[in-house]
Structure formats: structure tokens, C-alpha cells
């Protein structure tokens, strides 16, 4: 009786305290949950079938339960797989519940991804954080998913490739800026008609530069007209 009464106010409790903005750590809470899950479980197997003493292995230990479903409850609540299960083979110190604890993780995970994203990925909507899913999901049509793996680079690039060289004119710079709308330009070095890349410089890098002048090179007798140097 006493852990059906502890169960739902803790969990209430938990759930309240994970939401708000202190410190209060959601892997204790979502392990002791999970745990007088399992325990009343096994109260329940207890009562139902008694208590065996004949053979060690014939007798049902609630504990057992708890552990079991201290590690479902954690695993489908943060999708949790490999390093959950050695955590709890290490908090025990006891191997023969690996594969049972194994089983129990992976079918919470399942049934998690079934039902909703994790409760990590909850948070970040909450808190209005953008974060990328672990598979990109691009519809074409509005129907057939596409599949970005069998994709190359020269399907999405434009062509010829927009590059800026070590030394540039200031004019050049600013017509490049001016005329496209490319957030990044290779840069490279000619030499005997090789060219080497040597980087990439964002359109933010390059309005930077053109608002300071020393980094301008003066020099007439190389140009007539002011360069920048990224080298």
C-alpha cells in the first residue's frame, strides 16, 4: 500500500521539479520511479503465485522487479541503450541480469520512439531551442521521403565556383559581396597555373575586413588599386 501512495505523488513531484528552472536533476527521480514500478510489480507476482523455497532460483525477488524497471523506466524516458545498460551492471555489480535488463531497455526504447520523442528533446522544444533530428525527413511532393544519401555534391552546388584569391582588389571584393548571396567563398592560391586551396571565408569575415584599413595593402607598385591579403 505504502508504494502505491509514494508512487504517484513522487512521480507528480518529479515531473513538476524536471520543468522548472532549478537544478534538480531528472536521473535519480526517473531511476526511483522506475523502480517502485518494478517493485510493486513483484509485490504482485509475490502475492499471486507465493513464495517459493524450494530452489534458489524458483523464488521471485521483488528487487529483482525494481531493478528491472528502474531501467525500462530510465531508458524510455531518455532512449538510453548501451551506456544504460552498463550503468546498471555496474550499480548492481551483478551480471546475471544482464540480459534481462538488456531486453527491458530496448523494448522501452521501442515503444518510446512509438509514442514521442525523448524527454530531453521535450525540454529543448519548452525552452524554444532549435536542434536538428537525428534523421533529416525531406518530403518531395509533399508524399515520397527523400533519400539525401544518395545525393552528391554537384546536385545541390552552383557552378562555376565562386573563389577569391590571396590578394584580391577591394573592388572585386565588393562586387563579389554585392552580386551573390553566397555565405562562404573558398580562397586559393595560383602558382604555375595550380591552384591550392588554402580555406574558407565567410561574407561576415569579409565585410569585417573591408571596415578596417589595415588591412588593406597600399603598395601602388604591386597594384593599382588598394588589396586585401588573407594570407
Known sequence: MS???VLPC???LASWAAGTSISSGVVI???F???LMGRIV???MVEAFGVQTDLYWSWMDPG???LIGAAAFFGGVSRLTMS???IMVELTNDVQFLLLIMVAIMVSKWVGDYVTHPFYHAQLELKCIPFLDSEPVILFDGKRNLNLELFEACHIMSSPVLIIETKVRISDVAKLLLETSHCG???VKKSDGVSTFFGLITRTELSVLLCHEESFDLDESLSPLPTVDYS
Open 64 to 66: 529483482a522487479f525494481a
Open 42 to 44: 513483484g509485490r504482485i
Open 3 to 5: 508504494l502505491l501512495i
Open 185 to 187: 567563398f573558398p580562397i
Open 29 to 31: 527521480p526517473k531511476m
Open 33 to 35: 520511479i522506475g523502480g
Open 10 to 12: 513522487y512521480f507528480i
Open 84 to 86: 544504460l545498460t552498463v
